[in-house]
């Protein structure tokens, strides 16, 4: 056997062992968990999700289910600082002139991020009832809600805000993550 060979084949096993130890009821950290639903779906962010995922206050005795639920609790967090970002914004702008369709992005994004916030609160209660599909189903719905908002700002022919644009890819990311690890607990 080759050392590549063998450090594939050793990396495989880590893996392997990481999401069997991740089972429902079982205590598993974040980073237990997140390399889990890493090795589950390519699209799961590690540093991002265990980073998210440790600075929540339920975290550290949350098992995997508890963990799926603090990734749509970090959702409706990043969803509830869009709004609060956007909202600045719209203060800071002038209601007419040149800025009316970049205000009028802002207006959108603001109503797709309230939806998303409620879209994440739909995930975490569908999670919790042991929904999950439901919970996967509303986890995507916000993250589509959330991509929409660079829609308007391409249609109004200006760029997003660079804060509102990092929202988007956050709610991407932890509505990936909540989905991954809700497929841990199947």
Request: charge should be negative; hydrophobic fraction near 45%; include cysteine.
């Amino acid at each position: 056997m080759t050392p590549r060979t063998a450090r594939v084949l050793a990396a495989a096993a880590l893996v392997a062992a990481l999401a069997l130890s991740v089972v429902p009821g079982s205590g598993g950290t974040p980073e237990t968990t997140c390399a889990a639903a890493a090795a589950r779906d390519r699209r799961v962010d590690y540093g991002f999700c265990v980073s998210r995922l440790s600075h929540h206050h339920d975290s550290p005795d949350a098992d995997t289910w508890g963990l799926a639920k603090v990734a749509a609790d970090v959702g409706i967090a990043t969803a509830g600082d869009a709004v609060y970002d956007i909202n600045a914004l719209l203060a800071a702008k002038p209601a007419g002139g040149a800025d009316a369709r970049a205000r009028a992005a802002l207006e959108q994004c603001k109503a797709q991020y309230d939806a998303a916030e409620m879209a994440f609160a739909e995930a975490y209660d569908g999670i919790n009832r042991r929904d999950y599909a439901a919970g996967k189903a509303e986890a995507a719905e916000a993250a589509s809600l959330a991509r929409r908002c660079g829609g308007a700002f391409a249609r109004a022919g200006a760029p997003p805000p660079p804060q509102v644009a990092r929202w988007a890819e956050e709610s991407d990311k932890i509505a990936v993550v909540c989905a991954a690890i809700t497929d841990l607990i199947k």
